[in-house]
């Protein structure tokens, strides 16, 4: 198993992409601790699952906009785990709409959880990394951020600013021996996607080379790759998980 002995941090782990990850993770040997926003029933399903399935794992319920609630979420990964060596920052929203329409809220919103809780979860576990001299962080974005999306101008600038944010982090912090990089899925098959209809999904796939949908678990494997020392000369890069989509 690639990742035995390492303890990670999946959040927004209770569903869908992050879901897949934390079992994947699982089933590579490392202890995960499944942070999610409020869905508790979705989050403890995600635990028997990795039970079920050899693995260990713990749960946090943590709003990762909140830089005080993180850092303490943090701290106790790290007591009741001993390390933290792997980061997934997959928590995201979306609130969808027209640029001329948008509320400032659910701009805000979007922002707040999908590109600055990033900044505050690296933000906490780097310091316990530095200190390490090593781990890994695997930040989730998305397609929309490399080419746009008309009607996700919000959620099309978070995933985007995750782009810079990885890079720069992989600059910064690479000589104490932490690697970070993105992953970049495009139209993969989770609640997120569903409500999207049919005939929009449909229209999707027409642009995919691949000709289908993806599974969660097929963006889970990049991720565990990128977390494991099989990728340990990778840094600042961004895998997409697309069938195609975007080349």
């Known amino acids: 198993m690639l990742l035995t002995g390492k303890n990670a941090i999946v959040t927004g782990g209770s569903r869908g992409i992050g879901r897949a990850i934390a079992i994947s993770l699982a089933q590579q040997g490392a202890a995960v601790a499944v942070v999610y926003a409020g869905n508790t029933a979705a989050a403890e399903e995600t ?15 943590c709003n990762v906009a909140d830089d005080v609630a993180v ?3 943090v ?3 790290k007591e009741q ?9 997959n928590a995201g929203i979306t609130r969808d709409g027209l640029l001329m329409r948008m509320k400032e809220s659910d701009w805000q919103a979007v922002l707040d959880i999908n590109l600055t809780g990033a900044f505050h979860c690296t933000k906490a576990v780097s310091k316990i990394m530095m200190k390490q001299r090593s781990g890994a962080i695997v930040n989730i974005t998305s397609v929309v951020g490399l080419t746009g999306n008309a009607g996700q101008v919000n959620y099309a600038a978070a995933k985007a600013g995750i782009l810079g944010f990885t890079k720069s982090v992989a600059k910064e912090l690479a000589s104490r021996g932490i690697r970070a990089n993105a992953v970049a899925p495009g139209c993969i098959d989770t609640d997120m996607t569903a409500v999207l209809g049919d005939s929009v999904i449909e ?24 977390a494991s ?8 890069q961004v895998l997409n998980v697309d069938g195609g989509m975007v080349m």
């Open 47 to 61: 635990l028997q699952m990795i039970e079920e399935k050899g693995g260990h794992g713990i749960l946090f319920q």
């Open 71 to 73: 850092a303490d979420m």
């Open 75 to 77: 701290k106790s990964v």
């Open 81 to 89: 785990l001993g390390s933290v060596d792997i980061l997934v920052n």
């Open 203 to 226: 229209e999707m796939i027409k642009t995919i080379p691949m000709g289908r949908v993806a599974k969660p678990e097929e963006v889970a494997q990049a991720v565990v790759f990128l």
């Open 229 to 236: 020392d099989n990728a340990s000369y990778i840094t600042g």
